[in-house]
């Protein structure tokens, strides 16, 4: 196992994050122990939760994730200082989390306290915002017209980074996190949260988790780019788009117990004609390579100039060996050239 920086932190983290969001829907307490004994004994470090998991959100599942995390820790407390483990407060929107309150830093002061109870345990190594109080291009947001950055009113956006920034300065003093990062957000985003750290001598941002995939490239250049020199760790989440880079959603179909087969919070906006064709195209590329579809789309993702650390997952530990097999695949110039050929013919396919 590989492992690189942390951002500007002094954490080590494996070049695999395991994301636990299928645990507490498709995957039960055995399930998850299994997953993170055998992503510990490949050398994996890193783990990825929220407060909202599992997924698809709903009341009934919230912070369901969290606690079976918390159950595994308390049997393993010798363990515990051998991971890195990452949560997030969950944005506005979902009515049965406070209200369905934006971020703020009361509200991050009370979502640290809670999920420190779920998860039994002392400190959270790495604390993200799942998303940005204003309107994001993520989640299928991201085609010119469909954002109006015009009508958000940066200075009210600015004030309530401020006060967040200043609970989760306040959090780190207290021990109760040990770093921040953001979930979802943009290069405005990022800039401003470290500009403001500079102008009131708060924490610094360390991190950005956003979807990018080989279906999903809209980070790069210009937010790699920013990570990259302002010293932020880029965290690719979805990096099979949703397991349709799989392959198993081609002409259709709908394996039994899938995601796709669960309803979604935002509808299957990656299910469309060019994102199919596109796959098409890439299960070629991985035959004439002996490789999985899965393990073609990590091993790119993998080596992508920026990438600090991509978050996978998986429902199965046959999935799971797959995907960190990914890890250790070294894809040639001509492999990286046909992939790329690809990307120009698809580079926004949902």
Partial sequence: MQYSKLGSSELSVSRVCLGSMTWGTQNNQSDADQQIAYALEQGINFIDTAEMYAVPPTADTYGSTETIIG??????QQKRDKIILASKI????LSYIRGGADISGETVTQAIDA???????DYIDLYQLHWPNRTSPHFGKHHPGTIR?????????RAGMLDILQALDKAIKQGKIRHFGLSDDTPWGINEYIKLSKEHNLARVTSIQN????LHTKDWPYLIENCIHEDVAFLPWSPLAG???TGKYLNGARPEGSRWCKAQRNGLFRDTQTTHEAVAQYLEIAKANNITPAQLALAWCDQVDGVTSTIIGATSMAQLAEDIAAFDIKLSAQTLQQISDVLKNYPAPF
């Fill in 115 to 121: 999920s420190l109870k779920r998860l039994q345990t």
């Fill in 90 to 93: 969950a944005g506005t929107g």
């Fill in 149 to 157: 950055f015009s009508d958000a009113d940066a200075e009210q956006e």
């Fill in 71 to 76: 159950n595994w820790l308390a049997n393993n």
């Fill in 211 to 214: 979807e990018f995939s080989l």
């Fill in 243 to 245: 397991g349709v880079l």
